[in-house]
């Protein structure tokens, strides 16, 4: 019943993603991210995800589009011919052969492919990662943290508590990150720095 | 004070003296210069007490701690290593005398540099001469290339460059693609480095942790990896370094780096493979085996005879002696390689003889330079006149390395010769003979063109170098005479190197 | 407080790093910047010397293993963390000067919150025992690197830093593939209980792509050939002070990441066994030397040539983690350490010479023996080092390295190790021709010496591996006992 | 066959990976570049969201209906808490409860943690590399890479 929904999703999704590799407008580029991001946040919920869809939307179909798109307006908007979306958007470049990245990523693929053949079928719930740790997370949650209905939120703030206090160390790296790559030079330093050619190589 | 403790304070006194000349620097030449003398005269004077002790059979050790789990920087003196220490502290005095000569007649630059160089030079050599094992010699082989590098570049034009360049890439590669391959080899078979009376190699090949062609194999990598001496092909080094000034040539090129190279190679046919495993060894089938150290014989002996021909060309007086330095230095190998207790014994006794005689004749060579700006040898004509001492000296100590009576090299050559015989390599004995021959062809005209004024030119006026140059040259041109007649002493006293094998 | 030391390492300076930006007065946060490390120096030095009784394990917030985040301390994450951390202190003792020429007044306080950020996420790696923490801390790191890379002087900077971020991220993301992977298989992200619920799966397919990938994305971010595009570019346009620390550190604690994979949650016997990676390893790795040392050789650029050596180097810890004999990985984690000291030496050199002579072209540098004479005598040790002269550091590994390939009878390794330590005299050696032998150019003509406070701190850590070369029990030793450690051998085991 | 029906999400799911590596490889424009790094990303998620899922699941939020449950558990939690030697007798009883409370069937929720942690990574480095690309166009006024190149060759 569910593959109803599953199916034109996960075709919708692998149909985004190959367009975005195609297409050379970045606008339209920019707009199938935030719609392959969207179509993924589906999914997730379908796999029984909900905090992961919620955030997903909200930062990667949210935050991310929005900030490629202030990027993109500060940038040109075009890869390199201006005009609308058109055949020529999806022209191959000429200067360079994808041959090499579509082997690289012909072989990365079927290696990984390789690998599923191991792997647990999917949904199995004898999978290791469903009957180990026993009792598992769902259950030792409850008594540990006293009842809180959300599990996913329950183990962020308990036992992975460090990742939580990492990830939030990982914004404010790039909070500050991003403030010293964008932060102008506000006054002018001495002479000195002119002439600095540091890195300079001819 | 004990030897024990003899032992660090020679190796402590050049350091002293490099600290010494840094501090005094520029600022006071003659300060700095009184330093050098004054401890290269204490370093000889604790030499010469230690060697009372080790002559006499002491065999004073000290260990300075371990490097490397396994890996000890230990140091033991044996008469060999003595005997070589002695030479190098008693020529480091006689040397500094004569810089001071021939650096301020020639008003070198970067003086401070050259005189702690050399100071480091001098521990290298005495570090590997008391070295216990093949580790520290090696740390101190490599010490030994490194700070002399700078005295080789010392000119800093593209000529020194180019010198400094091929000296430091053939010793710094042969050193550590083979002398380094080797000793790791050596430590994975024989589970020790040090150096022992009788060797350490003999019962790693009893049981067969390494066979009598790897054997072979080993002692090449010993021979061509100790580029040090000079054995051909690896010799180019030495020629190269000849634009170092002469004071460096003297000690260093004729005394100090090639004789740790020699002396290297004696130490370890001595005392890692052990003369008896080398000459009982044989390789190959059939009624007639031969040594597994022949192919070194004759490569020593093709060098002896190359080197003399290759000297015979040369008209610049440094390049050949440089090439009579390599043809002496393979005498020394020959020994090594012939390994019986006369020809070890008479190679030890080269280091001594050669060092004294080419320390000599580099000083005239500097002599000359320095007095009469000359550096070809067809320039001479006429130069005893002016300079009869300089010549004087120089026909002294050709005849020691020509090996003729009353020369010291006398006797280092007629054991060789005998280790030769013993082991029945007559065209050996041959070549050792037209060596010799060569080398009255291209040392003895010099001396003798010098004295003859050319017809029809009126004689020189008597213009000596600075005295500071010419006295330290009569003192070891005496000196190359007196260790003939100390030929017998010395022999004693290397005795035991070669009867510990036994 | 003893038992809290572990978590401190990373608490103390990730709570100072958001301080700094609200402190904002750039001469106090360097202050401070300076004491935190030297504080999280003091306590990994403590925590080494704890580990005579054992190895700690600390539950973060009491949540026991397979549920809560386990960092564990053993040999060699605190040795790791103890040279990081040392690096760290003394490259920050070493910045200021250098810091105040390169990059803007206005970002200094943000520019000390990456430092720490970046040392912090270094460490997180070291320390922590739980695969998806490492990643967290690896991201943490590679973004305050990428940032600090962005600074450097030339435009080219950021597009360094960009190349590096696409790079790295690629590598992260491998990474996580690989843990999914594992993960998948497991059903625990705790390294020890990965290893120990292995055996179950260890034939499957799976595993050896979770293998791969991790080590795909370990090799990217230590940059081993032909995976270190990004390296030369980020080192060379990268302010001096952030070469100096990433050059010493970061690649270094990416191999430690792939030795714990090797060694701790995959087996040797996996590895080496099932998998060849060993000829694998060690034909990339004497590939990887003798590419990147050739191509040091024809650099202009003196930065640009100490990247592609530390390209090279990396190749010398990969062989002798490949050896998986006590021997071999002694050498190849002492060559981590003894790399660290050096690398990270010649790079303040480096540092000295751009803040006195502001180009690193080497015509440029022509002469500078004469006018910076310490500079350049600190390169000419270093330079040493690196070549592996004996009574350097350098010397030390080559050696255990080459002892150890003998005792396993690899007769072409050895050999081609010490042909390739030949390169790395022509290209120190050209430099140091270029600084004593040469006619002076006219900026290294009018150059001072470099100031004090700069020249201490290069000369404790390139004198350092003077010592480190001369008295080893607290380098080679401790990483002899990591090793023995890892390969399961009592710490009473004579020596190899 | 049932391989292919076991297997096929995770299939699909390397395939997207493959797609945003493919962009990211290919190297045309930095923003491309960018975004492809955010596909192959945003696929990473996927595939562990997929480990996670249990056939005929529900996702890890216990159901109202447990709450009480749940809340006597809690107390005898902070019970044991103050009596620690009690501790383990509550959790013992908690599982009895728990019993009760999984007759639901939970996907498993530490995928989800994981990847909540990872999805903020992946917006940190977004927006640190699109920060890069804003300063790259600021210094050479162009975002193509082969002209980049092309300017740094000429200076």
Redesign the interface.
């Known amino acids: 019943m569910m593959d109803f929904i599953v199916i034109p999703i996960l075709a919708l999704l692998a149909a985004t993603a190959v367009t975005v590799a195609r297409i050379r407008n970045l606008w339209a580029a920019v707009m199938f991210t935030g719609i392959y991001s969207f179509l993924s946040a589906s999914w997730m919920l379908i796999l029984d995800a909900p905090d992961v869809a919620f955030t997903e939307a909200a930062v990667g179909a949210g935050i991310t589009t929005i900030l490629m798109l202030a990027t993109l307006s500060l940038t040109p908007r075009r890869q390199r011919k201006s005009g609308r979306l058109s055949s020529e958007d999806f022209e191959e470049r000429p200067s360079k052969s994808p041959l090499l990245p579509l082997l690289i990523v012909t072989i990365t693929g079927c290696a990984l492919v390789y690998g599923t053949f191991d792997m647990p079928h999917f949904g199995d719930p004898n999978a290791p990662i469903q009957v180990y740790p026993n009792p598992s997370f769902v259950e030792k949650s409850q008594p540990d943290m006293h009842g809180l209905p959300n599990v996913v939120t329950a183990v962020l703030a308990s036992y992975r508590g460090y990742d939580t206090l990492g990830e939030t160390a990982v914004i404010f790296t790039a909070g500050i990150a991003v403030l010293l790559i964008l932060r102008k030079n506000t006054d002018d330093q001495s002479s000195s720095e002119s002439q600095s050619v540091t890195g300079e190589n001819a | 004070m004990t030897p024990e403790n003899l032992i660090w304070v020679a190796m402590l006194l050049p350091l002293v003296a490099i600290a010494l000349v840094f501090i005094v620097g520029e600022k006071s030449p003659n300060i700095r210069e009184s330093c050098t003398i004054g401890i290269s005269v204490a370093l000889f004077w604790v030499t010469t007490r230690l060697a009372g002790f080790v002559f006499s059979g002491g065999r004073p050790t000290f260990k300075l701690g371990e490097m490397l789990p396994g890996f000890e920087i230990a140091f033991t003196v044996e008469p060999l290593g003595m005997l070589f220490a002695l030479v190098a502290s008693g020529l480091w005095i006689l040397t500094t005398i004569y810089a001071i000569g021939y650096m301020r007649g020639h008003h070198e630059k970067n003086q401070t540099r050259f005189y702690a160089c050399f100071a480091s030079a001098i521990f290298a050599a005495l570090a590997a001469a008391f070295a216990a094992n093949l580790f520290t010699l090696f740390v101190a082989y490599e010490l030994m290339t490194i700070s002399t590098y700078p005295l080789v570049t010392h000119h800093g034009d593209e000529k020194a460059k180019k010198g400094g360049r091929i000296y430091l890439g053939i010793l710094l590669s042969t050193s550590v693609a083979f002398f380094m391959l080797a000793i790791a080899w050596t430590w994975t078979v024989a589970g020790t480095l040090e150096f022992t009376p009788g060797g350490i190699l003999a019962q790693p090949n009893i049981d067969g942790k390494i066979s009598d062609f790897q054997l072979s194999v080993l002692l090449g990598l010993f021979a061509f990896g100790i580029g040090k001496a000079a054995i051909m092909p690896f010799h180019r080094w030495l020629p190269a370094a000849m634009v170092a000034p002469t004071p460096v040539s003297a000690l260093l090129h004729a005394v100090a780096v090639v004789k740790v190279g020699v002396f290297s190679i004696l130490k370890v046919s001595i005392y890692i493979f052990g003369i008896d495993l080398i000459s009982e060894t044989r390789l190959g089938e059939g009624a007639n085996p031969v040594m597994m150290s022949d192919w070194l014989c004759y490569l020593a002996g093709a060098t002896i005879l190359i080197a003399s021909l290759v000297a015979m060309t040369k008209d610049n007086l440094k390049a050949r002696l440089a090439y009579s330095t390599v043809s002496q230095l393979a005498y020394i190998t020959l020994g090594a390689a012939l390994a019986t207790s006369d020809s070890v014994i008479g190679g030890g006794m080269h280091i001594a003889m050669h060092a004294v005689g080419k320390i000599t004749l580099f000083f005239c060579a500097g002599a000359i330079y320095v007095g009469a700006h000359k550096t070809n040898i067809s320039d001479m004509r006429g130069l005893g006149r002016a300079m009869p001492l300089t010549m004087g000296a120089f026909l002294l100590a050709t005849l020691s390395i020509i090996g003729l009576p009353p020369g010291g090299g006398a006797w280092s050559k007629w054991f060789l010769a005998l280790g030769t015989v013993q082991t029945g390599h007559f065209w050996l004995l041959a070549a050792l003979m037209v060596s010799s021959l060569l080398n009255i062809a291209y040392l003895i005209p010099i001396p003798i063109r010098a004295f003859m004024t050319p017809i029809g030119e009126t004689p020189m006026k008597f213009k000596e170098a600075p005295m500071m140059c010419v006295v330290p040259l009569c003192i070891t041109a005496v000196g190359s005479v007196v260790l003939f007649f100390f030929g017998n002493e010395i022999y004693d006293v290397l005795l035991p190197i070669a009867s510990s094998a036994r | 407080m003893i038992e809290q030391l572990p978590v401190l390492v990373i608490v103390i300076p990730l709570m100072a790093a958001p301080l700094f930006v609200l402190i904002g007065n750039r001469k106090l946060v360097l202050l401070l910047t300076q004491l935190v490390c030297w504080t999280v120096f003091g306590i990994t030095v403590s925590l080494l010397s704890r580990m005579q009784y054992g190895p700690i394990s600390y539950e973060l917030g009491g949540w026991p293993s397979p549920y809560g985040i386990v960092y564990s301390v053993d040999y060699l994450s605190a040795f790791v963390m103890l040279f990081v951390s040392g690096l760290a202190a003394i490259v920050i003792t070493y910045a200021p000067k250098s810091i105040d020429q390169e990059v803007h007044h206005s970002k200094h306080s943000l520019f000390y919150a990456s430092y720490l950020l970046c040392m912090t996420g270094l460490l997180g790696m070291c320390i922590t025992g739980d695969l998806f923490n490492v990643f967290v801390f690896l991201e943490i790191s590679s973004l305050s690197s990428y940032a600090l890379i962005s600074l450097g002087k030339t435009r080219r900077a950021p597009l360094a830093a960009l190349h590096y971020l696409i790079i790295g991220t690629v590598g992260a993301t491998f990474f996580l593939i690989g843990i999914g992977l594992l993960y998948q298989m497991t059903g625990t992200l705790n390294m020890a209980d990965i290893a120990s619920r292995l055996q179950a799966v260890e034939s499957s397919r799976t595993m050896l792509v979770a293998f791969a990938f991790m080590t795909v994305g370990l090799f990217i971010k230590m940059a081993v050939f032909p995976l270190h595009t990004w390296l030369p570019n980020a080192y060379t346009y990268a302010p001096s002070v952030v070469t100096c620390f990433i050059a010493a550190t970061a690649t270094k604690v990416s191999v430690y990441a792939f030795i714990r994979l090797i060694y701790v949650i995959f087996t040797p016997q996996f590895a080496f066994e099932r998998l060849p990676l060993d000829q694998a390893l060690m034909a990339f790795s004497l590939v990887g030397i003798f590419v990147a040392s050739t191509a040091a050789i024809y650099q202009t650029n003196i930065k640009r040539l100490l990247a592609y050596s530390s390209v090279a180097q990396i190749g010398y810890m990969l062989l002798g983690i490949s050896m998986s004999n006590v021997g071999g990985l002694t050498a190849g984690i002492s060559h981590m350490f003894n790399h660290a000291l050096i690398k990270g030496g010649l790079f303040m050199v480096v540092g000295c010479f751009a803040l006195r002579i502001g180009s690193l072209k080497l015509e440029d540098l022509r002469g500078a023996g004469k006018t910076m004479p310490l500079t350049s005598f600190a390169w000419v040790v270093g330079g040493l080092g690196l070549i592996g002269v004996p009574m350097t550091a350098g010397f030390v590994s080559k050696w255990l390295l080459l002892t150890s390939a003998l005792s396993l009878e690899l007769w072409p390794v050895a050999v081609l190790m010490l042909l390739s330590s030949l390169l790395a005299v022509v290209y120190i050696w050209r430099v140091v021709e270029i600084l004593y032998f040469s006619p002076a150019s006219h900026l290294a003509q009018t150059a001072k010496e470099a100031p004090m406070a700069m020249l201490i701190p290069t000369y404790i850590v390139i004198g350092s591996t003077i010592v480190f070369g001369c008295w080893t029990v607290y380098s080679a030793g401790i990483a002899q006992a990591a090793a023995k450690s890892l390969l399961g051998i009592s710490q009473a085991g004579g020596i190899q | 066959m049932?391989?292919i029906?076991?297997?096929?999400?995770?299939?699909?799911v390397?395939?997207?990976?493959?797609?945003?590596?493919?962009?990211?490889?290919?190297?045309?424009?930095?923003?491309?570049?960018?975004?492809?790094?955010?596909?192959?990303?945003?696929?990473?998620?996927?595939?562990?969201?997929?480990?996670?899922?249990?056939?005929h699941?529900?996702?890890?939020?216990?159901?109202?209906s447990?709450?009480g449950?749940?809340?006597g558990?809690?107390h005898?939690?902070?019970h044991g808490a103050e009596h620690g030697h009690e501790l383990h007798a509550?959790?013992e009883g908690?599982?009895d409860?728990?019993v009760d409370?999984?007759k639901e069937?939970?996907?498993?929720?530490?995928?989800?943690?994981?990847?909540?942690?990872?999805?903020?990574?992946?917006?940190?480095?977004?927006?640190?590399?699109?920060?890069?690309?804003?300063?790259?166009?600021e210094?050479?006024g162009?975002?193509?890479e082969?002209e980049?190149l092309e300017m740094?060759r000429n200076?």
Request: glycine content about 8%.
């Open positions: 049932t391989e029906l076991g297997l096929y999400n995770y299939w699909i390397i395939f997207l990976m493959m797609t945003g590596f493919y962009i990211v490889i290919a190297r045309e424009n930095l923003i491309k570049t960018i975004i492809g790094l955010n596909i192959f990303q945003t696929s990473v998620f996927l595939l562990y969201i997929t480990m996670g899922k249990v056939t699941g529900t996702a890890p939020i216990l159901k109202a447990h709450g449950e749940s809340h558990v809690e005898g939690v902070e509550a959790a908690h599982v409860l728990g409370a999984v069937v939970y996907s498993n929720p530490i995928p989800s943690v994981l990847m909540l942690t990872a999805i903020v990574v992946g917006i940190a480095t977004t927006a640190l590399a699109l920060a890069l690309v804003v300063r790259i166009r210094e050479y162009t975002i193509e082969d980049i740094d200076s």
